[in-house]
């Protein structure tokens, strides 16, 4: 209703009232939720209107005394209720701008809207919810496969690279790495500790069997050197 006395303003100065009732009927049609449209002399006479066949009786004084400012009134019309809405023109020296929004249609359109509304909020909500399933399985996937791979290490046997059923990037590709080398190096550790364990039970071996090899050449020697000097004497 603004936006439409503030165009109207200037056809009412010139006193065009074919510009003024073509710019009534261009808002009236460009606005589904618009029924009529009407400008109002200072005095309340009728300057143009989108009525066919003249203003209905009674709507021009729909607003009762209220000349200037802004005032709402809700008018029935044959079943059909307006919300019929005036706003001065050029603070109320040119008249006035009427415009009737139909209610049913206001109503058909809120609905609309809200429906539109649900509509995206499902949509916002599907669409989060597969967004954070799909980031749930781009992360929790590769953490779960890692974690998997260091429950079942075992250092006595060879590492093998960790697979993941989805590509890991970033901070899990290189957590892959590091686990991957630390495997490595303690399965090395671990094979350079049994061989080490085996050099020393070898030594072990060969010590007991000196010891054995010792002591049965001194059981032996005492015998024969007895014999020997009996011999000799």
């Known amino acids: 209703a603004h936006l439409l006395a503030k165009e109207a303003s200037g056809p009412i100065l010139v006193q065009d009232i074919a510009a003024l009732r073509r710019i009534l009927a ?7 939720g618009i029924g009529y449209a009407l400008a109002t002399s200072p005095e309340g006479r009728v ?28 008018i029935s019309d044959r079943g059909t209720e ?3 809405v005036g706003v001065p023109i050029l603070d109320g020296r040119l008249g006035r701008l009427r415009v009737g929004a139909r209610l049913d249609r206001v109503r058909s359109a ?31 996937s590769p953490v779960e496969t890692l ?13 093998r690279p960790v697979e993941f059923d989805v590509p890991a990037r970033g901070e899990i590709e290189d957590l892959a790495s ?17 061989a080490f364990q085996d050099r020393i039970v070898r030594a072990e071996r060969l010590a007991t069997i000196g010891a054995l090899a010792s002591g049965i050449a001194h059981e032996v020697n005492n015998p024969l050197a007895g014999l020997h000097n009996c011999l000799q004497a």
Request: charged share 20%; aromatic share 6%; glycine share 8%.
């Open 82 to 84: 307006y919300s019929d």
């Open 26 to 32: 261009a808002a009236v049609g460009a606005e589904h």
């Open 47 to 74: 300057l143009a209107s989108t009525f066919a066949d003249g203003v209905p009786r009674g709507l021009v004084e729909a607003h009762g005394s209220v000349l200037r400012g802004e005032s709402s009134v809700v």
């Open 178 to 194: 590091s686990f991957e080398a630390m495997a490595t190096r303690l399965h090395q550790l671990q094979e350079d500790r049994r």
């Open 147 to 159: 974690a998997t791979a260091v429950r079942n290490f075992d250092p006595d046997r060879p590492p």
């Open 110 to 140: 809120l609905v609309s809207l809200r429906l539109a509304l649900l509509g995206m909020v499902v949509v916002f909500l599907l669409v989060g919810l597969l967004g954070a399933h799909l980031m749930a399985h781009l992360i929790a």
